[in-house]
């Protein structure tokens, strides 16, 4: 924060994110800066409208002096407690609903023996402190991890993976910030890889992106419990997602590597095909991408690179480009033989992409958006916008069952799609045996 480095400082926020603001000044140890209040929105209304609330805000800036700095402990914002709650299954059920400890479906009741239970899906110590989580920037333990765990569901076996992706979502470029608090319908995914798929049962076939698989189900639930009740964030206060989608609930899948024509997504990041993984990614909702028709590859993605086409994503008035940063293609295993038994690679896969997902630079104009002319291909019909900023920001991965719909998946904030090494306890097969479907 600028002000704890000596410099006064204020900040200025619409009316609707007020609660967002209180939240993140507390949790930053500042409850005394000033918050200068902009009756909302400044976005979609005409210039000379935001131009007087900003003449507004100016005059009520003037008006205040900066705050002193105002600062709590840390230890008296981020005070741990233990909650007792007593009564039947139901009772604990509701209590929990009612202090905003669930995600709306009812938990498993986190009793001191199922988390003890839990733990020992990892060798490190409860204690054991991974980093801060926002907005909240409260400490994230592997006994909160195992305490929210429990809740969604989980078995000890899925721990290990749950560590290894929250380690991803607190990696600076994923911009876990962006992802809990901004208006955006945005998730983190969850991308399994290696022998652990198998091991506890993680869907990557048939449905693999739906319901009725309990690794995939609960892993997914988890990481929203532990964005809820150890970052803080809540729906309309710190998490100001505007409409939210289903995948807020729970977004895991396994890739399908025994029917995938090329190497798996984590052998591509540098691990061996022995290690298991989790990448994750802040993503929005899956565009399916139906074709039954092509035979070739240019085919097949022609109408992946229409879908992506179509995509009218554009937040600001003027951007570098389109989609900046990495995303995913998700081929079924009918798509990804044909385009591989053609001989094309996933580099290939890339470029066709690349070359072929852009939109006339008219109709860009069309929608009020503006890019940097640098950016603009030549092409027969008028200059054209590419979608990517490169080939390779567009991940390719193999998933689902039979049939042949594929899926692109766009993503929010976060700079890159992130992989983590799962590291098992010492006991892991004992474990593995003991906790089988």
Known sequence: MIEKLGTPALAIVTTEFMRLAQTTVKSCGMPGLRIIEVPHPIGGIPEEDVRAKARAAAAEIEGNKPSGGDEQRADEILARDVVHVSGSGTDV????????????????????????????????????VLGVMVPRNAPVTIEKLAVNAVMAGCRPTYLAVLIAA???????????????????????LLLINGPVRRQINVNCSSGALGHGWQANATIGRAIRLILNNIGGARIGESDMTTLGMAENYTYCFGENEEQNPWAPFHLEQGFEKADSTVSVLGAYAPE???????????????????????????????????????????????????????????????????????????????????????????????????????????????????????????????????????????????????YRE
């Open 166 to 188: 929250v380690e991803g979502l607190m990696d600076a470029d994923f911009d876990l910030t962006g992802v809990q608090c901004s208006t955006g319908p945005h998730s983190p």
């Open 288 to 434: 399916n991408v139906s074709d039954h028709v092509g035979i070739k590859p240019e085919e097949i993605l022609a109408v992946a690179a229409d879908v992506v086409s179509r995509l009218t994503r554009f937040h600001l008035r003027t951007m570098d480009q389109i989609i900046p940063r990495d995303t995913l293609l998700v081929l079924c295993p009918e798509h990804a033989k044909s385009i591989a038994d053609a001989g094309w690679s996933k580099n290939d896969v890339q470029q066709f992409v690349f070359d072929h997902a852009s939109i006339p630079y008219d109709t860009l104009k069309s929608l009020r958006r503006q890019i940097d002319p640098a950016k603009l291909i030549d092409a027969p019909g008028g200059p054209r916008v590419p979608m990517f900023a490169k080939p390779e920001c567009l991940k390719i991965v193999v998933v689902g069952g039979p049939g042949k719909h594929s899926a692109y998946i766009n993503s929010g904030h976060t700079r890159r799609m992130i992989t983590r090494k799962i590291i098992f306890p010492r006991n892991w097969v004992g474990l593995v045996e003991r």
């Open 93 to 128: 059920i509701n209590a929990y609903y009612r202090n905003g400890w669930t995600d709306g479906l009812p938990i498993v009741p986190p009793t001191a023996e199922a988390v003890r239970e839990m733990l020992t899906g990892t060798d490190l110590p409860p204690a054991h």
